[in-house]
């Protein structure tokens, strides 16, 4: 997935000269996981700059240069430390569309990676999004393939409004082609990944693919689940859930992130409004416990969702 | 050579804010804006001397305490009045009101609710312009309260190793909200501009013309290249934090006090002094109450702001 995020940050900056791309060791270095890789000695310290550890300044310098011409992409170098880039993501640039009357947007992206799977404690772990997916003028999205990595980075850097581009950092080793001229992917469409006629998994991130492995063990009971990778978090594809439960008449939400207050959350708020009367079971919603990500192999293990518990919650849908 | 500005060009710019926010203050009293609002009586000449030393492609960043920063930057009195009070019509339609006045249009990115935002998005503004070679500068404005936020170090620290161009422009009032502001904060401006390595001046922020050589000498030398620069202005808030503020951590004296250096009566003085016809102030100072005056009938005349406008303006409409 690495290599899929490369090659979009690099065709982006070689298509349009207003891109820059800054952060933390993303240019020598070639970012902490490698996403940027080569990018500073293609395209110059200038437009590939290394930032010194300065969340506050990196993000609010995004605002300021997007309100000035350029489309900078930031990178924040694990997503618990969006904390430090707060204001200058929710009180700036979520607000100045809307509170500066439409005059001008905040074409900025922030790609940063959330999730577990490498032991690497409470403060390098954490699923955020729903904080802000909560905030109006943002969008997210949140790729569970290469392919999706690729358009998802494109679309979002091609936008004229925030995105916060969401990596799965358990996912950045994943293989997968990424075609020669892909098609773009519109922010707000989810995908089909497995089609199945008894009940609906809708899942984003990692959780895509315990969801297709919930799947495959249905499958071996007789159960046939449609899995949904959501692919955007905010605006979120309601029609397609919407579809979707209106054939499998059962819904499960599955995510790495903590399960209270969560995305699954709103998802089934929504869905047991305009799907009620889809509805033949209860909608479940299978995420973390309501504890910080533990840091040793074996509570790592037992804190972070599985297939195991989404087919669980399948089977309890199904009851 | 450092341009001069015009000192009459000063007093007008001065005589503008003042009327307008003594006419703020009016209306504030008589509920007819909505929120609350903080007023910059008593700093103009920072304003006024700082943007005169700008170019249109330059770039600024203001404050809570911002309408001063607005209309010297030339932000369209019609429209400032039409935002403050909440109208249609207001420059930003209404949904941003005093702490948000921006006119993008003129490189004014915004007065800001949050001390100190201001500095970060104007290093953005001085990145933007040194990438895509516009020639053009960024102003942070900050008073003395926000040298206590982190955002502010960073920025500075991140302007002087990549050398942009930014000047820092500190009004500094004495006052961090309620509290004396050097009770708040250990450092001087000048030592910790010193500790990062950036030239740091002061200069009297009751005195236009001063504030405005400052600024220019400042500003070409970030269009030289030479890397940010900080100016601080000492000045005075005469009134309180916000409108309506009863200020019982002050006492009388320090508000008197504020009121004996009026960068408007001295710059008056100084006119008069260099000959210029008392009439011509007196011109000057009915075009700022006429313009003011015009500018608040227009607004009250103004439609409300509508919901059905506001509702989808978070994001950009959808490509159809």
Known sequence: ?????????????????AVILLGEDIGAAGGPFGATRGLQQRFGPDRVRD???????????????????????????????????????????????????????????????????????????????????????????????????????????ADPD??????????????????????????????IVRPGRDATIVAYGAAVHWATDAASLLAAEGIEAEVLDLRSLQPWDEAAVLE???????????????????????????????????????????????????????????????????????????? | MT?????????????????????????????????????SVGQEAVAAG???????????????????HAIARGVALDGFFAEVLGRASGVCGGRGGSMHVADLNRGMLGANGIVGAGAPIALGAALAHRIRGTGGVAVAFFGDGALAEGALHESLNLAAIWRLPLLLVCENNGWAEF?????????????????YGVPHAEVDGNDAAAV???????????????????????????????????????????????????????????????????SALHAAEAEARDAVAAAIAGARAAPAAEWADARHGAYAPAES
């Open chain 1, 1 to 17: 997935m690495v290599q899929a995020i490369n090659r979009a940050l690099a065709e982006a900056l070689a298509e349009d000269p």
């Open chain 1, 51 to 157: 930032t010194p550890i300065s969340e506050a300044a990196i993000m609010g310098a995004a605002v300021g240069a997007a309100l000035t011409g350029l489309r900078p992409v930031a990178e924040i170098m694990f997503m618990d430390f969006v904390t430090l880039a707060m204001d200058a993501l929710v009180n700036q640039a979520a607000k100045a569309r809307f509170m500066f009357g439409g005059q001008r947007g905040v074409p900025l992206v922030l790609r940063t990676p959330h999730g577990g799977g490498l032991s690497a404690g409470p403060q390098h772990s954490q699923c955020l999004e729903a904080w802000l997916c909560h905030v109006p003028g943002l969008k997210v999205v949140c790729p569970a393939t290469p392919a999706d990595a690729y358009a998802l980075l494109r679309s979002a850097i």
């Open chain 1, 162 to 191: 925030p995105v916060v581009v969401v990596e799965n950092k358990a996912l950045y080793a994943m293989k997968g082609e990424v075609p020669d001229a892909p098609e773009p992917i519109p922010i707000g469409r989810a995908r």
């Open chain 1, 244 to 319: 979707s439960l209106s054939r499998t008449h059962r819904l499960v939400v599955a995510h790495e992130a903590v399960e209270a207050f969560g995305v699954g959350a709103e998802i089934a708020a929504r869905m047991a409004d305009a799907g009620f009367d889809e509805l033949d079971g209860p909608i479940l919603r299978v995420g973390a416990p309501f504890t910080p990500v533990p840091f040793a192999r074996e509570l790592e293990a037992a804190y972070r969702p599985d297939a195991a518990r989404i087919a669980a919650a399948v089977r309890r849908t199904l009851d």
């Open chain 2, 3 to 39: 341009r001069m500005a015009d000192p009459l060009a000063l007093l007008r710019t001065m005589l503008l804010i003042r009327e307008a926010e003594m006419a703020l203050a009016r209306l504030f009293a008589d509920g007819e804006v909505p929120g609350f609002i903080h007023l």
């Open chain 2, 50 to 68: 700082v943007c005169s030393a700008l170019g249109p492609q330059d770039s600024v960043a203001s404050t809570h305490r911002g309408h001063g």
């Open chain 2, 179 to 195: 509290s004396r502001s050097d009770t708040q904060v250990a450092a001087t401006l000048s030592a910790w501009s010193a500790a």
């Open chain 2, 212 to 278: 405005a050589a400052a600024a220019a000498e400042a500003v070409e030398a970030l269009r030289r290249g030479e890397g940010p620069r900080v100016l601080e202005a000492r000045t005075h808030r005469w009134r309180g934090h916000f409108e309506g503020d009863p200020q019982r951590y002050r006492d009388a004296e320090d508000a008197a006090r504020a009121a004996g250096h009026d960068p408007i009566a001295r710059s008056r003085a100084a006119l008069l002094a260099a000959g210029v016809a008392e």
